[in-house]
């Protein structure tokens, strides 16, 4: 019987067991492929990499490059001699013991689910024809149509990265506007500059099927869709599904843990990441990251697994999992914390919305940068800020810094009183009005 068990070593799973070690834990780490999971091998480490490379010929060279340093870091950091790594998949046997695919049985009195996702497709006919953003890493030739079946965060950052490339890009939503979580004035201005780079939009649109093109050499497909009622179709030589992720529960036997699944997919667990409905007898099971649901984002499972551990120390801690930002790594980029301004007047919560534009800030135009604004919402009289929403050149950056605010519950009145080095781009959030 050993302290922990996590299944999985992704962002949450590695870690939680590193934060584990740390503590005095004895930790059992299963993995049935790479460690880091999707973000580090195919999913937001990659895609960065494309990002920031010049050429598609750069970007694949450099992909794996990245990848492999990163990993092998991470399998360093695993090497802690409170941590065993065993490179199988798990399955349940009962409510605390574990089965690798050795056949070799293991039992904890805590054990982490942290067995991320995978790409959803939709069910439509000719689906098998379409790419997941896993197989889309994995090209080695440059496409010269891509087709992209989702505006979402996957679909389009790669609208952005590939039409840098020099590939005609077209994307095709259900919805009426790019990336929901987004503020919808700062989604539109995104889509709006993607579409100025020459990205082509079918907003409002849905899929009906995919055919391949007969007799095409090379091999090219056709996308068929409806807007507004008219029946319309795109030929490409790639097609993205960017239509979100699906958990990895398969294989789990979580059945003989006592564990039911949640309508939708996921694992349903309490506000400290415990299984609601686990027959757990000497001790607790918990899931973590993108199998529960809740955020899936990488840096959200990474703190879900501190919080978990923490939980099982017995430690207290504030991690604030209101407060999640996000970015998309777009050209320019976007980011967001908090509720949008569309959300906030659903809700009904008074607030002020303060707006600033990159075009004011002189280190934007010094960097030849000017397209971007911020905007955040308050509560009134420059009261504690509620959220912000960014569009242009490192968004991100500029995100995080209002999430530290915004954790601490200060004001807009504390940020503008707060010295910003000139000339940064940050002095555009005190330029708010």
Same mark, same amino acid.
């Given at each position: 019987?050993?302290?922990?068990?996590?299944?999985?070593?992704?962002?949450?799973?590695?870690?939680? %067991?590193?934060?584990?070690?740390?503590?005095?834990?004895?930790?059992?780490?299963?993995? +049935?492929?790479?460690?880091?999971?999707?973000?580090?091998?195919?999913?937001?480490?990659?895609?960065?990499?494309?990002?920031?490379?010049?050429?598609?010929?750069?970007?694949?060279?450099?992909?794996?490059?990245?990848?492999?340093?990163?990993?092998?870091?991470?399998?360093?950091?695993?090497?802690?001699?409170?941590?065993?790594?065993?490179?199988?998949?798990?399955?349940?046997?009962?409510?605390?013991?574990?089965?690798?695919?050795? #056949?070799?049985?293991?039992?904890?009195?805590?054990?982490?689910?942290?067995? #991320?996702?995978?790409?959803?497709?939709?069910?439509?006919?000719?689906?098998?024809?379409?790419?997941?953003?896993?197989?889309?890493?994995?090209?080695?030739?440059?496409?010269?149509?891509?087709?992209?079946?989702?505006?979402?965060?996957?679909?389009?950052?790669?609208?952005?990265?590939?039409?840098?490339? +020099?590939?005609?890009? =077209?994307?095709?939503?259900?919805?009426?506007?790019?990336?929901?979580?987004?503020?919808?004035?700062?989604?539109?201005?995104?889509?709006?500059?993607?579409?100025?780079?020459?990205?082509?939009?079918?907003?409002?649109?849905?899929?009906?099927?995919?055919?391949?093109?007969?007799?095409?050499?090379?091999?090219?497909?056709?996308?068929?869709?409806?807007?507004?009622?008219?029946?319309?179709?795109?030929?490409?030589?790639?097609?993205?599904?960017?239509?979100?992720?699906?958990?990895?529960?398969?294989?789990?036997?979580?059945?003989?843990?006592?564990?039911?699944?949640?309508?939708?997919?996921?694992?349903?667990?309490?506000?400290?990441?415990?299984?609601?409905?686990?027959?757990?007898?000497?001790?607790?099971? *918990?899931?973590?990251?993108?199998?529960?649901?809740?955020?899936?984002?990488?840096?959200?499972?990474?703190?879900?697994?501190?919080?978990?551990?923490?939980?099982?120390?017995?430690?207290?801690?504030?991690?604030?999992?209101?407060?999640?930002? %996000?970015?998309?790594? =777009?050209?320019?980029?976007?980011?967001?914390?908090?509720?949008?301004?569309?959300?906030?007047?659903?809700?009904?919560?008074?607030?002020?919305?303060?707006?600033?534009?990159?075009?004011?800030? +002189?280190?934007?135009?010094?960097?030849?940068?000017?397209?971007?604004?911020?905007?955040?919402?308050?509560?009134?009289?420059?009261?504690?800020?509620?959220?912000?929403?960014?569009?242009?050149?490192?968004?991100?950056?500029?995100?995080?810094?209002? =999430?530290? *605010?915004? =954790?601490?519950?200060?004001?807009?009145?504390?940020?503008?009183?707060?010295?910003?080095?000139?000339?940064?781009?940050?002095?555009?959030?005190?330029?708010?009005?």
């Amino acid at each position: 019987m050993t302290d922990l068990i996590i299944i999985g070593a992704g962002p949450g799973g590695y870690k939680a %067991a590193l934060h584990a070690a740390r503590h005095g834990l004895k930790v059992i780490v299963f993995e +049935g492929e790479h460690v880091g999971g999707t973000c580090l091998n195919v999913g937001c480490i990659p895609t960065k990499t494309y990002v920031h490379s010049a050429t598609f010929a750069e970007a694949v060279e450099r992909q794996q490059q990245v990848v492999t340093q990163l990993r092998s870091g991470i399998e360093t950091l695993l090497s802690n001699p409170d941590i065993t790594l065993v490179r199988e998949r798990a399955s349940f046997i009962d409510e605390h013991t574990v089965r690798g695919e050795n #056949g070799q049985t293991y039992s904890a009195n805590h054990v982490i689910i942290a067995t #991320g996702s995978t790409a959803k497709m939709l069910p439509i006919e000719g689906a098998d024809l379409a790419v997941s953003s896993t197989e889309l890493l994995q090209l080695r030739e440059l496409p010269r149509r891509l087709c992209i079946i989702g505006a979402g965060v996957i679909g389009m950052e790669f609208a952005s990265v590939f039409n840098r490339f +020099g590939t005609e890009v =077209t994307v095709i939503e259900y919805l009426k506007e790019c990336l929901p979580m987004l503020d919808g004035d700062i989604a539109k201005r995104l889509r709006k500059q993607l579409e100025k780079a020459g990205v082509t939009f079918f907003m409002g649109a849905g899929i009906e099927k995919l055919k391949a093109v007969p007799d095409a050499s090379p091999a090219s497909y056709s996308v068929l869709f409806s807007q507004k009622g008219k029946e319309l179709s795109v030929e490409a030589d790639v097609i993205l599904m960017a239509t979100g992720r699906k958990p990895n529960t398969e294989g789990l036997n979580l059945k003989a843990a006592g564990i039911t699944l949640a309508p939708n997919g996921t694992i349903p667990v309490d506000d400290n990441y415990q299984i609601v409905n686990g027959k757990w007898l000497n001790g607790k099971c *918990y899931a973590i990251g993108d199998v529960n649901g809740r955020q899936m984002l990488a840096h959200a499972a990474e703190m879900q697994g501190i919080h978990v551990v923490n939980q099982i120390l017995g430690r207290e801690d504030h991690i604030r999992f209101d407060v999640m930002p %996000a970015a998309i790594f =777009t050209a320019p980029e976007a980011a967001c914390v908090g509720p949008s301004e569309d959300l906030l007047k659903a809700a009904g919560t008074p607030f002020e919305c303060h707006k600033a534009f990159y075009r004011a800030n +002189g280190k934007a135009l010094a960097m030849a940068e000017s397209e971007g604004m911020v905007k955040l919402c308050c509560e009134p009289d420059e009261g504690r800020i509620l959220s912000a929403h960014v569009f242009g050149a490192h968004a991100a950056d500029l995100v995080q810094e209002v =999430t530290a *605010y915004i =954790t601490l519950g200060a004001t807009l009145r504390q940020l503008r009183e707060t010295v910003h080095i000139h000339p940064t781009l940050s002095e555009v959030l005190i330029e708010v009005n």
